[in-house]
């Protein structure tokens, strides 16, 4: 049964970047059928897609996020990343790793999120 | 800002029948980009209740049903017991903000 766990730190200063880590278990990173992404809830903006990768390294971001979020993947350890800079109070809310898969283009399963808050 | 536009609560006695709307737009759902409903439990991530408008994983009841007609969608609950109080959220695709798209969140409470 696939799995996803968040890690990474729960606050991060203004200006500083966030950094999060997925470890996939249960299924590979390498399956061709699958992207794997970010999504992140916040009390103010709902569910927002933050961007998927592939194995390969190819990305799909969301356009107002895009020049400040990274996605990459290491597949020797079956993990994939977030990156996003230059983070302010607005970026505070819990991030969930996703499946996201492509032929059906639903999100399944989530990991049980992660909340990052932004603070000085 | 979610496009997608659902009823912040809904609310119905045990075995009975709700419905929750998503309403979207001709850049989403108008546009024939599936729709899928996730259920969210009280301090859990979001799961997925029903794939490309009217599917149901394995595992989810068939009390759980879902629909999609021109520029909406809708989640059915019938004979709503008390463990399916949760928030519901819709999701869809826009072709405008080329982005995967969420609707704002129902509350459904079991009366």
């Known amino acids: 049964q696939l799995q996803l766990q968040e890690s990474g730190p729960g606050l991060v200063k203004p200006s500083e970047t966030l950094s999060l880590t997925c470890n996939v278990s249960?299924?590979?990173?390498?399956?061709?059928?699958?992207?794997w992404g970010w999504i992140r809830q916040s009390p103010g903006k709902g569910l927002e897609w933050i961007g998927d990768?592939?194995?390969?390294?190819?990305?799909d971001l969301k356009p107002s996020l895009k020049s400040r979020v990274t996605i990459s993947v290491d597949t020797s350890k079956n993990q994939f990343s977030l990156k996003l800079t230059s983070v302010t109070a607005a970026d505070t809310a819990v991030y969930y790793c996703?499946?996201?898969?492509?032929?059906?283009?639903?999100?399944?399963?989530w990991g049980q999120g992660t909340l990052v808050t932004v603070s000085s | 800002q979610s496009v997608l536009t659902q009823p912040p609560s809904v609310s119905g006695a045990p075995g009975q029948r709700v419905t929750i709307s998503c309403t979207g737009t001709?850049?989403?759902?108008?546009?024939?980009?599936?729709v899928h409903w996730f259920q969210q439990l009280p301090g859990t991530a979001p799961k997925l209740l029903i794939y490309?408008?009217?599917n149901r994983p394995s595992g989810v009841p068939d009390r759980f049903s879902g629909s999609k007609s021109g520029t909406s969608a809708s989640l059915a609950i019938t004979g709503l017991q008390a463990e399916d109080e949760a928030d519901y959220y819709c999701?869809?695709?826009?072709?405008?903000?080329?982005?995967?798209?969420f609707g704002t969140g129902t509350k459904v409470t079991v009366l």
């Open positions: 996703v499946r996201h898969d492509l032929v059906g283009d639903w999100f399944d399963p």
């Open positions: 249960g299924g590979s990173i390498t399956s061709s059928s699958d992207h």
């Open positions: 990768m592939y194995y390969s390294g190819s990305t």
């Open positions: 001709s850049s989403n759902i108008g546009a024939n980009f599936d």
């Open positions: 490309n408008n009217n």
């Open positions: 999701q869809s695709y826009d072709s405008s903000l080329s982005a995967y798209v």
